[in-house]
T-cell receptor, first 115, second 112 residues
Framework: NAGVMQNPRHLVRRRGQEARLRCSPM?????VYWYRQLPEEGLKFMVY????????ESGMPKERFSAEFPKEGPSILRIQQVVRGDSAAYFC?????????????FGQGTRLTVV | KNQVEQSPQSLIILEGKNCTLQ??????????LRWYKQDTGRGPVSLTI?????NTKSNGRYTATLDADTKQSSLHITASQLSDSASYIC???????????FGSGTRLLVRP
């Protein structure tokens, strides 16, 4: 019974390239959340998705960042034209319900390094 | 502004000793408070979750307390083990919101 699966675990990109981060939620979960953790800081909310819908993307930078959660397959966080400041750990969490008291389970994260 | 502050930033204790970590929050209206453990290079793992009406919750050697009036929480670790070395993160949710508001964590190092 796999938990939240993220891949790759580590990703190195040169400035200007695209980064694609994938997240497969726990079985039976249809709510996915992406968080970003900058070095020495707490996790910060980026986006909340349900199957085929973006519910809240208020934490996403306005440019270069996008997220999707298709009917089939994992959720994807896409960063275009990466810059050094995008270097961070990106965590995905999933839950069975979207209510505020629901347990959210986190993946191991993808560590993006932009060189 | 909704914020979660933790203290101390880091802590070193000897194996077998107890310790207490602190969390203050300004999130309003309050819904619930969670404590997570995050090992280096891993994702956060939930230890406890408490709603407004709960003032203590235990999970093995971990005991969390909540004072919703003073907006403070603590995490007490009993008889520490080397495997307790990790970051402990206080996370708060506002009522009606699914967003988790994270503190910066307390880095605990347990030495033999």
């Amino acid at each position: 019974n796999a938990g939240v699966m993220q891949n790759p675990r580590h990703l190195v990109r040169r400035r200007g390239q695209e980064a694609r981060l994938r997240c497969s939620p726990m079985k039976g979960h249809s709510h996915v959340y992406w968080y970003r953790q900058l070095p020495e800081e707490g996790l910060k909310f980026m986006v909340y998705l349900q199957k085929e819908n973006i519910i809240d993307e208020s934490g996403m930078p306005k440019e270069r960042f996008s997220a999707e959660f298709p009917k089939e397959g994992p959720s994807i966080l896409r960063i275009q034209q990466v810059v050094r400041g995008d270097s961070a750990a990106y965590f995905c969490a999933s839950s069975g319900l979207g209510t505020e008291n629901t347990e959210a389970f986190f993946g191991q994260g993808t560590r993006l390094t932009v060189v | 502004k909704n914020q979660v502050e933790q203290s101390p930033q880091s802590l070193i204790i000897l194996e077998g000793k107890n310790c207490t970590l602190q969390c203050n929050y300004t999130v309003s209206p309050f819904s619930n408070l969670r404590w997570y453990k995050q090992d280096t290079g891993r994702g956060p793992v939930s230890l406890t979750i408490m709603t407004f009406s709960e003032n203590t919750k235990s999970n093995g050697r971990y005991t969390a307390t909540l004072d919703a009036d003073t907006k403070q929480s603590s995490l007490h670790i009993t008889a520490s083990q080397l495997s307790d070395s990790a970051s402990y993160i206080c996370v708060v949710s506002a009522r009606g919101s699914y967003k988790l508001i994270f503190g910066s964590g307390t880095r605990l190092l347990v030495r033999p």
